[in-house]
């Protein structure tokens, strides 16, 4: 099955009772069931059925199921937001006295949250770089896991999926990848060797900007050893399933991060038309970033143009297409809000993977809590714009951005 055929039928065949062509919303908390001993039996994972929202409940359950067939994993757990899944997909794993390694480039809500598990005694260890060579002088036994993003947002750094599986898996650590920038429609990191991977569906999953989410999926390839992951003895029993039963018995449901029906029925909408949307997001985030490498006065940042550094491994990764985020520079802060202030079409506004233009002035808003330095590796600087592309018509893209782009300079001569 090819990727888009996959999107509407892999994992997913139709609902069984009146043939709906998608799982309708079960918007309930409960679910009823003819006697006592039943209920004891779905409560103890000894016959199939719902019990509680929380839990477990059919609309979410089929967004799981589609997630996981689309990635190639034995599972997946849906969650309320991206944050909670990067959150949920850690906790699961790790004990205090445990460290991490993680990229400088992530999320700043994910280098945040590092910040707030530290209280916990869980330690996060950065390198500037996802490469084999920068990770492994960190790696001892008290590492319990390495963490990166695909591509990094929004320092669109690319991790060197390959090598580092390679390097972690040689020391019994598994590799989490957050996928959310790169989408199933660009790669699947259980090819490259990721044991889990966790996506923000808030974004391009969703496409529509309608719906916080996220999602954890389980390759069911890493041998989790139990000396040294403790928690998964009592689930080794399930085998490749451990690490999601471990999920679903323990923390995840008991924090209670699960994921609305609601959200989980835009999401699957979203999915349908993933292939669709990041094939003219690619297209247009490209010729975009092209443009702007003709402009005076402003630095483009796009792993798909040749000018990148992550050029080669855009092409061996993502098939030469660099996704849907680009960052441009524009001299000063000063020029990057008027810049902003001046676009007619693109967005000011916090969010990727909308179907509209968005664009964010990081420094002063999502890395605002940032230090200088945390900044700087993020690639975020005093004059950076992040824009992430919509499936706008590019020659409205491009016109839009050639005016703001105008005012700015023009402006400029004239003082
Ligand atoms: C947005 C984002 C998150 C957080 O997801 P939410 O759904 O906003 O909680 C995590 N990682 C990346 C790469 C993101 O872009």
């Given at each position: 099955m090819e990727f888009n055929t996959a999107l509407l039928h892999k994992g997913f065949n139709g609902e069984k009772v009146f043939g709906s062509t998608l799982t309708p919303i079960y918007q309930v908390s409960a679910f009823s069931h003819s006697s006592a001993e039943q209920l004891e039996k779905v409560f103890n994972n000894r016959a199939p059925g719902y019990a509680y929202s929380r839990i477990g409940n059919p609309t979410v359950t089929s967004f799981e199921n589609r997630i996981a067939s689309i990635e190639n994993g034995v599972g997946a757990v849906a969650c309320s937001s991206g944050m909670a899944a990067v959150t949920m997909a850690l906790l699961n794993i790790l004990e205090s006295g445990d460290e991490v390694i993680a990229s400088t480039g992530l999320f700043g809500g994910t280098i945040d949250l590092f910040g707030d598990l530290e209280p916990f005694g869980i330690v996060t260890r950065y390198v500037n770089k996802v490469t084999a060579e920068e990770i492994e002088p960190l790696i001892n036994e008290k590492t319990k896991a390495v963490f990166a993003e695909l591509i990094g947002n929004p320092g669109l750094e690319i991790a060197d999926l390959d090598a580092v599986s390679e390097l972690v898996h040689s020391h019994g650590v598994p590799l989490i990848i957050d996928s959310t920038t790169a989408t199933p429609y660009l790669i699947q990191p259980f090819e490259h060797g990721a044991d889990i991977v966790v996506h923000s569906s808030s974004k391009y999953i969703n496409g529509g900007g309608n719906s916080i989410s996220g999602i954890i999926v389980d390759s069911g390839n890493f041998e989790w050893n139990t000396e040294r992951y403790k928690g998964l003895a009592e689930y080794k029993k399930f085998g490749r399933l451990a690490y999601v039963a471990k999920l679903r018995n323990g923390i995840w449901r008991n924090i209670g991060c699960c994921l609305a029906p609601f959200n989980a029925f835009m999401n699957s909408v979203g999915l349908e038309t993933l292939g669709l949307r990041m094939e003219r997001l690619c297209y247009n985030a490209l010729e975009l970033a092209k443009f702007f490498e003709t402009q005076d006065g402003i630095e483009v940042n796009y792993p798909?143009?040749?000018?990148?550094?992550?050029y080669s491994l855009c092409q061996k990764l993502l098939k030469g297409k660099g996704g849907a985020i680009l960052t441009i520079r524009a001299g000063s802060k000063e020029r990057a809000f008027k810049l902003i202030n001046n676009l007619k079409y693109a967005t000011n506004a916090t969010n990727i993977g909308d179907t509209r233009t968005l664009v964010i002035h990081p420094s002063s808003t999502i890395y605002a809590h940032g230090t200088e330095e945390q900044k700087r590796n993020a690639g975020v600087f005093d004059d950076t714009i992040r824009i992430s592309v919509g499936i706008e018509d590019i020659e409205d893209l491009k016109s839009d951005f050639k005016q703001a782009v105008d005012s700015i300079n023009v402006n400029e001569s004239e003082e």
């Amino acid at each position: 099955m090819e990727f888009n055929t996959a999107l509407l039928h892999k994992g997913f065949n139709g609902e069984k009772v009146f043939g709906s062509t998608l799982t309708p919303i079960y918007q309930v908390s409960a679910f009823s069931h003819s006697s006592a001993e039943q209920l004891e039996k779905v409560f103890n994972n000894r016959a199939p059925g719902y019990a509680y929202s929380r839990i477990g409940n059919p609309t979410v359950t089929s967004f799981e199921n589609r997630i996981a067939s689309i990635e190639n994993g034995v599972g997946a757990v849906a969650c309320s937001s991206g944050m909670a899944a990067v959150t949920m997909a850690l906790l699961n794993i790790l004990e205090s006295g445990d460290e991490v390694i993680a990229s400088t480039g992530l999320f700043g809500g994910t280098i945040d949250l590092f910040g707030d598990l530290e209280p916990f005694g869980i330690v996060t260890r950065y390198v500037n770089k996802v490469t084999a060579e920068e990770i492994e002088p960190l790696i001892n036994e008290k590492t319990k896991a390495v963490f990166a993003e695909l591509i990094g947002n929004p320092g669109l750094e690319i991790a060197d999926l390959d090598a580092v599986s390679e390097l972690v898996h040689s020391h019994g650590v598994p590799l989490i990848i957050d996928s959310t920038t790169a989408t199933p429609y660009l790669i699947q990191p259980f090819e490259h060797g990721a044991d889990i991977v966790v996506h923000s569906s808030s974004k391009y999953i969703n496409g529509g900007g309608n719906s916080i989410s996220g999602i954890i999926v389980d390759s069911g390839n890493f041998e989790w050893n139990t000396e040294r992951y403790k928690g998964l003895a009592e689930y080794k029993k399930f085998g490749r399933l451990a690490y999601v039963a471990k999920l679903r018995n323990g923390i995840w449901r008991n924090i209670g991060c699960c994921l609305a029906p609601f959200n989980a029925f835009m999401n699957s909408v979203g999915l349908e038309t993933l292939g669709l949307r990041m094939e003219r997001l690619c297209y247009n985030a490209l010729e975009l970033a092209k443009f702007f490498e003709t402009q005076d006065g402003i630095e483009v940042n796009y792993p798909a143009l040749e000018a990148s550094p992550y050029y080669s491994l855009c092409q061996k990764l993502l098939k030469g297409k660099g996704g849907a985020i680009l960052t441009i520079r524009a001299g000063s802060k000063e020029r990057a809000f008027k810049l902003i202030n001046n676009l007619k079409y693109a967005t000011n506004a916090t969010n990727i993977g909308d179907t509209r233009t968005l664009v964010i002035h990081p420094s002063s808003t999502i890395y605002a809590h940032g230090t200088e330095e945390q900044k700087r590796n993020a690639g975020v600087f005093d004059d950076t714009i992040r824009i992430s592309v919509g499936i706008e018509d590019i020659e409205d893209l491009k016109s839009d951005f050639k005016q703001a782009v105008d005012s700015i300079n023009v402006n400029e001569s004239e003082e």
